[in-house]
């Protein structure tokens, strides 16, 4: 089992950057794929990136594309979400997942293991 504890949360103002990080414990971290999720207030959860593990191949919403840039150190066992020129629109609840099987998803029944979340709120 995976424990997974997310951090870099916070206020930003629009445009400004964020580096969101997930420290994975309890199994080797180089063996499964991550993704990062987000959910608005009254909204579904929503795929915003992930990263496979031993490639590194990533991908990601298009409404994130070319703004965040998802990474991995299985060294620290931690995986990053970048998160440059936000957008109000980007509020949200911030979870890592693990997904076992190692393949990349954006859908979020395919995780096995989600953090408890980080709030990310920007004001415009």
């Known amino acids: 089992q995976v424990q997974l504890v997310e951090s870099g949360g916070g206020l930003v103002q629009a445009g400004g950057s964020l580096r969101l990080s997930c420290v994975a414990s309890?199994?080797?971290?180089?063996?499964?794929?991550m993704g990062w999720f987000r959910q608005a207030p009254g909204s579904a959860r929503e795929f915003v990136a992930a990263i496979n593990w031993r490639d590194k191949i990533t991908f990601y919403s298009k409404s994130v594309k070319g703004r965040f840039t998802i990474s991995r150190d299985n060294a620290k066992n931690t995986v990053y979400l970048q998160m440059n020129s936000l957008k109000p629109e980007d509020t949200a609840v911030y979870s890592c997942?693990?997904?076992?099987?190692?393949?990349?998803?954006?859908?979020?029944?395919?995780?096995?293991?989600w953090g408890q979340g980080t709030q990310v709120t920007v004001s415009s």
């Open positions: 309890g199994r080797t971290f180089g063996s499964y794929s």
């Open positions: 997942a693990a997904d076992y099987g190692g393949f990349l998803s954006r859908q979020d029944e395919d995780y096995d293991t």
